[in-house]
């Protein structure tokens, strides 16, 4: 009896010790900072068809899935998941609701923002004139921080492949000293997705058209 005491004993020890050794070992408070995201696979949680919502500030990545004012992956139409929001929240912000960015403390963090990599030369800006389908338009002067209408002596500053229209001659020399600080203007970000969806919508239906024309052609060849 002592002999099958002594063996039921040994098999409980035994699996008691794989069941210890099977359960998934505990996440630790600070893994987090072992995830590490670069721009371009922080841009992949934009909010949209499902996807989390995740945002940087001072090279934390933050999840605001949760969040109702982010629901959709943007913010008050002027902020939009996927990016590093370090210059929003400390200098645009409001400062009694954001506090310099202590609002986010209570969101979970999921990981860090890899430090940008620095160009051996910077590209620079290039002033330009309005192209004929521009004149007329209204757009957004990174500069002086308001809309107005397009003219044909309007300076227009190309800048890493975007076209940013000032409002006057003395715009463009301040545009050149920090392009960057500029073109992350919340206002400058909406224009630019909104003539980024523009440009995708004009050639998805010029592939439409296309498609139709070359559909035409073959009944007739029929």
């Not at 002594?6 to 069941?19: G, N, P, S």
């Not at 954001?98 to 860090?112: A, F, N, Q, S, T």
Request: with cysteine; hydrophobic share 35%; charged share 35%.
């Amino acid at each position: 009896m002592r002999t099958t005491l002594a063996m039921t004993l040994a098999v409980f020890v035994a699996a008691a010790a794989q069941a210890a050794g099977d359960k998934a070992p505990e996440k630790k408070a600070e893994d987090w900072k072992g995830t590490v995201f670069t721009s371009e696979e922080l841009k992949k949680f934009d909010g949209r068809n499902g996807r989390p919502v995740y945002v940087a500030v001072d090279g934390v990545v933050y999840d605001l899935s949760q969040v109702k004012y982010w629901k959709g992956g943007s913010h008050m139409n002027m902020h939009e998941a996927g990016e590093d929001h370090t210059e929003d929240i400390k200098n645009r912000a409001p400062k009694h609701i954001h506090k310099g960015g202590e609002i986010l403390k209570r969101y979970p963090k999921v990981g860090v923002l890899a430090p940008a990599e620095k160009k051996e030369e910077t590209e620079k800006p290039v002033v330009t004139v309005p192209e004929e389908r521009e004149i007329g338009l209204e757009k957004f002067c990174p500069v002086m921080e308001h809309e107005f209408v397009v003219e044909a002596k309007t300076p227009v500053v190309v800048y890493k492949g975007e076209r940013y229209f000032m409002c006057c001659p003395a715009c463009p020399p301040r545009f050149a000293e920090d392009p960057e600080k500029y073109i992350n203007n919340p206002k400058v970000r909406a224009e630019k997705r909104k003539e980024a969806q523009a440009r995708e919508m004009m050639e998805r239906a010029a592939k439409k058209a296309k498609g139709k024309s070359g559909k035409k052609n073959e009944k007739k060849k029929n």
